[in-house]
């Protein structure tokens, strides 16, 4: 996996010294509640040491999911996922679209400061770098947090969609063809 870094921030793999840290984050129903059709928190370490075992398998040297630290300390911030999005209609676990999305966790206290912000748009960079031509975020209606994370990192506004998740979202795409991520500079 690639690391990446932006003026604040080091993306890393994450590893096993992390699982205190997620399970800290995903077992947060303030993190959880707009994740899924049928939202519910991690229960367990070893759920989050699954997690990374699952987030290791999704690494394809352009896929994959981000450990956001602080450049300086190292301290862990969240998680930025680049993914293949599973289609409607679907085995969801089983059978991705085509299509790539973007995602962000943070941690309650890492908000606030633009820092998934800025981890979303040198993801985006590194992903229309590598070849990709569309990226796709969806969001529950009600996130707003998100879809202004959406929106400050330049990606277009397509309104409601049913088309990944069996679930009804706010679909925001960015393309290749005008990869000027609003953020550039970060
Ligand atoms: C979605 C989520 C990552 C957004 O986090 P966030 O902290 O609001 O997003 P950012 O890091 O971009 O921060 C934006 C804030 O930082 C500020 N900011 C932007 N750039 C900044 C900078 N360089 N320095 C300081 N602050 C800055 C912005 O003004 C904004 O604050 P405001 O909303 O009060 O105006 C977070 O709410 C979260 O993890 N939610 C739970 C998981 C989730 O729902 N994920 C999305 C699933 S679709």
Known sequence: MQLIHTERLLLRPFSVEDADFIFDVYSRWDVQRYLGAV????????????????????????????AVTEAD???????LLLKFIPASGTNLAAE????????WHFHPDARG???????????????FAHGLQKIV??????NHASQRVCERIGMLHHGISEAYYNARCELFVASAARSEPSMSGV
């Open 96 to 103: 991705p679209a085509g299509d790539t999305e973007i995602g």
């Open 39 to 66: 939202p519910g928190v991690m229960a367990s370490i070893d759920e989050a040491l699954d997690r990374i075992t699952a987030w290791h398998g999704l690494d394809d040297g352009v896929h994959g999911v981000w």
């Open 73 to 79: 300390s190292g301290k862990l911030l969240g998680s």
């Open 113 to 127: 400061k633009g820092c998934a912000s800025e981890a979303a748009s040198a993801v985006l960079r590194h992903a």
């Open 137 to 142: 975020a969806v969001t529950n209606p009600d």
